[in-house]
């Protein structure tokens, strides 16, 4: 069965620092694998996701994530916060229509 | 090209009631793909259709249920409405490819009383 963890429930940093927001999963076969970002009273907005090849993937909002097969992780990262990336993270493996989403992190970038 | 549409965007029903949540994907999209989104429970995947069929399943009661017409428009139904059932219930709609990316839409809020 397929599954995700987002360890941490939190992520505060200070505007202009670097954030990091936590995922692993555990697919079976190669995985297809998801960032979005939800913002208070609306949808999912897409930002990045992982098929095959470059480990090192870029995405919208100068976010990227790191994948790392060995780790069974899916890193999302972004070199300089801004308070506008203040918002819930969602990572999600899944290939098809049905994405598994994990429980969310909240980022709170602060000025 | 114009995002995923979801009507209406708020609802409130009683207990018992029944309501039926409409989804239209972004033009040239065929699949479709409702998922529940509630405090306790995170988000989770209801169902998903593709040309008018059921492709994919989530663990759901069978009060809810769905369809999809012939122009990709989807509505998901939920029947004998329960309180836990309030929810915010979103739509998405991707390509054909099991690697496309599915693009959501502003989602229905359902408040059960």
């Known amino acids: 069965a397929q599954s995700v963890a987002q360890p941490e429930d939190q992520v505060n940093v200070a505007e202009g620092n670097p954030l990091t927001v936590k995922c692993t999963y555990s697919v079976s076969g190669n995985p297809y694998l998801f960032w979005y970002v939800q913002y208070p009273n609306r949808g999912l907005q897409f930002l990045l996701k992982?098929?095959?090849?470059?480990?090192l993937v870029k995405g919208s909002y100068g976010f990227e994530a790191e994948f790392n097969k060995s780790q069974t992780s899916f890193h999302l990262k972004k070199p300089s916060a801004l308070v506008s990336d203040s918002a819930l993270y969602f990572c999600a493996p899944g290939g098809g229509g049905a994405l598994i989403f994990g429980k969310g992190t909240t980022l709170s970038v602060s000025s | 090209k114009a995002g995923v549409t979801q009507t209406p965007r708020y609802l409130i029903k009683t207990r018992g009631q029944q309501v039926t949540l409409s989804c239209s994907p972004i033009?040239?999209?065929?699949?479709v793909s409702w998922y529940q989104q509630t405090p306790g429970q995170g988000l989770q995947f209801l169902f998903e259709y593709f040309s008018e069929t059921q492709r994919n399943k989530g663990n759901f009661p069978g009060r809810f249920s769905g369809r999809q017409f012939s122009n990709s428009r989807s509505e998901m139904n939920v029947s004998t409405l329960e309180l836990g059932d309030s929810a915010l219930y979103l739509c998405a709609s991707r390509g054909l490819a099991g690697s496309d990316t599915q693009y959501f839409g502003p989602g229905t809020r359902l408040t059960v009383l």
């Open positions: 992982y098929i095959t090849g470059d480990n």
């Open positions: 033009s040239g999209h065929r699949s």
